[in-house]
C-alpha cells in the first residue's frame, strides 16, 4: 500500500507564498509522474501542474510564472511552491501519483487527503 501525505496549506494574503509538500510512503514503488491539483468551492477538480521521472514540467495557465513544482526523487518527495497568490488560488489541493509497484510494475494511481490553501486578505 502507498499513501500519500500533504502538508503545507495554511491561510495567506494575497502577493504571499506558500509551499505545499507531498510524500509518498509504504511499499517500493518507481514514480511515472506526480502532481497537483486543485478543487475550489462548486468547481471541477483541475490539474495545476505535473512532473514526470524525466523531470518534464507542465503548468496551467493561470499559474504560470508564480508557481514551481519540484521533486527529490531519493525521499519521494514533491513540492509545490506558489508565490504571489491571489484570492482565486483558493482551494483544496491535492496530491497526486502515477506509480508502478513492485515487482510487477502495475501502475496504479493515488490520491492524498487534501491540504485546504486560502488566499485572503
Known amino acids: 500500500q502507498v499513501q500519500l501525505v500533504e502538508s503545507g496549506g495554511g491561510l495567506v494574503q494575497p502577493g504571499g507564498s506558500l509551499r505545499l509538500s507531498c510524500a509518498a510512503n509504504?511499499?517500493?514503488?518507481?514514480?511515472?509522474?506526480m502532481a497537483w491539483y486543485r478543487q475550489a468551492p462548486g468547481k471541477e477538480r483541475e490539474l495545476v501542474a505535473v512532473?514526470?521521472?524525466?523531470?518534464?514540467?507542465h503548468y496551467t495557465d493561470s499559474v504560470k510564472g508564480r508557481f514551481t513544482i519540484s521533486r527529490e526523487n531519493a525521499e519521494s518527495r514533491m513540492y509545490l511552491q506558489m508565490n504571489s497568490l491571489k484570492p482565486e488560488d483558493t482551494a483544496v489541493y491535492y496530491c497526486?501519483?502515477?506509480?508502478?509497484?513492485?515487482?510487477?510494475?502495475?501502475?496504479?494511481?493515488?490520491w492524498g487527503q487534501g491540504t485546504q490553501v486560502t488566499v485572503s486578505a
Open positions: 497526486n501519483a502515477d506509480l508502478s509497484i513492485w515487482p510487477d510494475l502495475k501502475r496504479f494511481t493515488y
Open positions: 509504504g511499499t517500493a514503488f518507481t514514480i511515472n509522474a
Open positions: 512532473i514526470t521521472s524525466s523531470g518534464y514540467t
